[in-house]
Structures are given as C-alpha cells and as structure tokens.
C-alpha cells in the first residue's frame, strides 16, 4: 500500500512549523516521552547540514505534547571533529546549534568516546546483530530530520542511511563500513600530499612521491578519494556500495525495532559529497527542491529521490555516480518491512 508523503517547496520552507502539523506525522509521540530529534550537526568547513534554525518548529510541536526533544547524533570513526562528544559539541555548537536556537539540548548519543552501545538482535543476512549507540535505543521515539545529497559510497544519502550509518556507535559504523578500503592505482600519483593530510587515521604515506596504505589503520571513511584530484582511490563499486547499503539498512531495521519515527529530508544545498567531509568546496549542484516528511522513511526517500531527478530534468544521481546503484538501499529496505517504494505526494 502507498504511503503519505508531504512535500513542501523550498521557497515555502518558512511555513515548515504549519506544514509539519498539517502533516500529522508525529503522532506517534505520547506525553513524557524522550524523543531523538537525529542530525548530523555537519563537519568542520563542510556548509551542506541542515540549518539549525529548522530544528525549532519541529521542537515546539513534539513539546506541544508534554515530551521531551534532544538533539543527537553518534561519534565519527575517522579522527575528526565528531569523533567523541566532547568535540561533537563544539562542532555543534559552533554550526549554530545551540539551545537558543533549537530550544532544546544535544546529548550525544554514544558516550564520551564513542563505545556506549547497545547490541541489538536482528537475525539479518549481513548482521545477526547491530551495535547502536546507547541513548537511540533509550529514546521513546525518533525525529530524523536529513540532508538529501548525494553520497560517495550509497549514490544518495538521506533518511535510511541518517538512521543505519547515523545511529551505529563506532565499532556499529566500523563494521558498517570496514571491507570498503579503497584500492589504490599508484600510478596516477603525483606525491601532493593532499590525501595524506585528510586521512586523520595516519593509513597513508608517501614513500619516494607515491602514496602507500596501511590498511590495517584504514577504516574505509572515503576521506583519501574525495580528497585526490587524480583518480587514484578507487572501490569495487558494484561489491562495496551493494554491501554497505545493504548494512546500513540492516543498522536502520534495528534502530526502528519496536520503535516510531518521523522523517523529514531537506532538499537543498544538494551537493555531491556528504556532510562528514571538510571540504568547502562540496558546493551545490542544483537548486533547491523542499522539505518532503512522512511516517515511512522508504517513501519519504523515494520521493526525495524522485523530487531531485524530476527538478533536474535528469537523473542527477547516476550523473555524479554512474557506476552507484543507490535503488539498493530502497528496495533492500522495503524487503525488510521499513516501508514502501510506492508513495502518495500530497503538496501542502
Ligand atoms: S592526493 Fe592523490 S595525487 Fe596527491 S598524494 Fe594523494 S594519491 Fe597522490
Ligand atoms: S586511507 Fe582513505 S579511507 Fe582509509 S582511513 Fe585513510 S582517508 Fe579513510
């Protein structure tokens, strides 16, 4: 059966607060209940999170029922300014969200260090079971609020993979991404040094200007390829991007086990790159589209997907990722029961 999908254009996106009520989504929220509003409050120099001023209406109306909002996210694996909550808070802090402007606090979600977890069972094909970071699974229910870009491993990344890679702890999003180190085509090299300085894990060095791996320090962030301008990291796209969509679903049916959640995708500053890299230069390559909410995280992003292509005239994600399935996340998750590829856009 087709799910409700809410679709705000962005040159509306000052009546989020009306749209979201007039949605009805966040029905599921009960007084007294503690509910996640999940971000990625963005990394260092990179201008493509959600502006934090959104984040208020959608805490006035989960406070409108007596519960409790927090801000969240969990801890990077590569060593940059998200990697403990220490410095995730300041990164926060300094992206603008802060209590004045979203009216409610940040509790990181996996600790100090990034190791308080919860092994949650899941019996899938990839994962018996996955490791989320403690205070997602304390919460009584989700707001996921997401970027909808596009995403060097998975094609696109919205509200699956906010929910999957977002809310694995660290040793979740390292099992999540570890057999997605990149191969190495040394010939293209030209010793630049680029890559070397953006790979916080120390994995890469230059011996006589060509760069060499240790891939028993790599974790597989993509921080070397999005940083070389040369062509030489690569992946086994077809068996990386499949394994790692396929994970990050399975991460999302255990965050959602037994628990409600709402989504909303923003669809602006639609950039190649995701929001974990410190690249300013990660610019927007279309205009931008709207706010699409709904009770189905499938749906809602399906028909972001859906939205972008149509307003690019294109396909604008197998332009920048033609050898990318990103279907995979989307029909892998309705397999699973998170919801349905099929959707009903209503236009507020
Ligand atoms: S960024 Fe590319 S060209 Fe420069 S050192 Fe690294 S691999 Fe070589
Ligand atoms: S080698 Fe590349 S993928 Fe591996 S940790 Fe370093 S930057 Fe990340």
Same mark, same amino acid.
Request: proline fraction near 3%; hydrophobic fraction near 35%.
């Given at each position: 059966?087709?799910?409700?999908?809410?679709?705000?254009?962005?040159?509306?996106?000052?009546?989020?607060?009306?749209?979201?009520? #007039?949605?009805?989504?966040?029905?599921?929220?009960?007084?007294?209940?503690?509910? =996640?509003?999940?971000?990625?409050?963005?990394?260092?120099?990179?201008?493509?999170?959600? @502006?934090?001023?959104?984040?208020?209406?959608?805490?006035?109306?989960?406070?409108?029922?007596? =519960?409790?909002?927090?801000?969240?996210?969990?801890?990077?694996?590569?060593?940059?300014?998200? =990697?403990?909550?220490?410095?995730?808070?300041?990164? #926060?802090?300094?992206?603008?969200?802060?209590? @004045?402007?979203?009216?409610?606090?940040?509790?990181?979600?996996?600790?100090?260090?990034?190791?308080?977890?919860?092994?949650?069972?899941?019996?899938?094909?990839?994962?018996?079971?996955?490791?989320?970071?403690?205070?997602?699974?304390?919460?009584?229910?989700?707001?996921?609020?997401?970027?909808?870009?596009?995403?060097?491993?998975?094609?696109?990344?919205?509200?699956?993979?906010?929910?999957?890679?977002?809310?694995?702890?660290?040793?979740?999003?390292?099992?999540?991404?570890?057999?997605?180190?990149?191969?190495?085509?040394?010939?293209?090299?030209?010793?630049?040094?680029?890559?070397? +300085?953006?790979?916080?894990?120390?994995?890469?060095?230059?011996?006589?200007?060509?760069?060499?791996?240790? +891939?028993?320090?790599?974790?597989?962030?993509?921080?070397?390829?999005?940083?070389?301008?040369?062509?030489?990291?690569?992946?086994?796209?077809?068996?990386?991007?499949?394994?790692?969509?396929?994970?990050?679903?399975?991460? #999302?049916?255990?965050?959602?086990?037994?628990?409600?959640?709402?989504?909303?995708?923003?669809?602006?500053?639609?950039?190649?790159?995701?929001?974990?890299?410190?690249?300013?230069?990660?610019?927007?390559?279309?205009?931008?589209?709207?706010?699409?909410?709904?009770?189905?995280?499938?749906?809602?992003?399906? =028909?972001?997907?859906?939205?972008?292509?149509?307003?690019?005239?294109?396909?604008?994600?197998?332009?920048?990722?033609?050898?990318?399935?990103?279907?995979?996340?989307?029909?892998?998750?309705?397999?699973?029961?998170?919801?349905?590829?099929?959707?009903?856009?209503?236009?507020?």
């Amino acid at each position: 059966m087709p799910s409700k999908v809410y679709f705000l254009p962005w040159n509306r996106c000052n009546e989020l607060y009306n749209y979201l009520k #007039a949605s009805r989504i966040f029905g599921h929220i009960k007084a007294r209940n503690f509910i =996640a509003i999940k971000v990625h409050f963005g990394e260092e120099n990179n201008k493509g999170h959600i @502006d934090p001023k959104y984040v208020l209406p959608v805490v006035e109306i989960i406070r409108e029922k007596t =519960a409790y909002p927090f801000l969240t996210d969990a801890s990077t694996i590569y060593v940059g300014k998200r =990697a403990d909550a220490y410095h995730h808070q300041i990164i #926060a802090h300094k992206h603008g969200f802060t209590i @004045d402007v979203c009216g409610c606090p940040i509790i990181i979600a996996d600790g100090l260090r990034g190791d308080v977890q919860v092994q949650v069972e899941v019996n899938l094909k990839h994962f018996k079971t996955v490791a989320i970071a403690q205070e997602i699974c304390s919460a009584d229910g989700f707001i996921f609020m997401s970027h909808f870009k596009g995403h060097e491993l998975t094609g696109f990344g919205g509200a699956l993979k906010n929910i999957g890679m977002g809310c694995g702890s660290k040793a979740g999003k390292y099992a999540m991404h570890h057999s997605c180190k990149p191969t190495l085509d040394q010939k293209h090299c030209i010793g630049c040094d680029n890559c070397v +300085k953006h790979c916080y894990q120390k994995a890469l060095t230059l011996i006589e200007k060509k760069v060499v791996m240790d +891939k028993k320090k790599c974790v597989g962030c993509g921080q070397c390829i999005v940083n070389c301008a040369f062509k030489v990291f690569g992946l086994k796209w077809n068996e990386d991007s499949v394994g790692v969509q396929e994970k990050i679903v399975e991460y #999302a049916a255990g965050v959602l086990k037994d628990k409600k959640g709402s989504y909303v995708n923003f669809l602006n500053h639609i950039s190649k790159y995701c929001d974990c890299f410190s690249v300013p230069k990660n610019n927007p390559l279309m205009e931008d589209v709207g706010i699409v909410a709904g009770a189905d995280p499938v749906a809602v992003d399906q =028909a972001s997907y859906d939205l972008i292509n149509k307003a690019y005239g294109k396909n604008f994600f197998k332009e920048i990722y033609p050898q990318i399935n990103p279907i995979v996340q989307l029909q892998y998750a309705q397999d699973l029961g998170l919801g349905s590829r099929e959707y009903t856009l209503v236009n507020y």
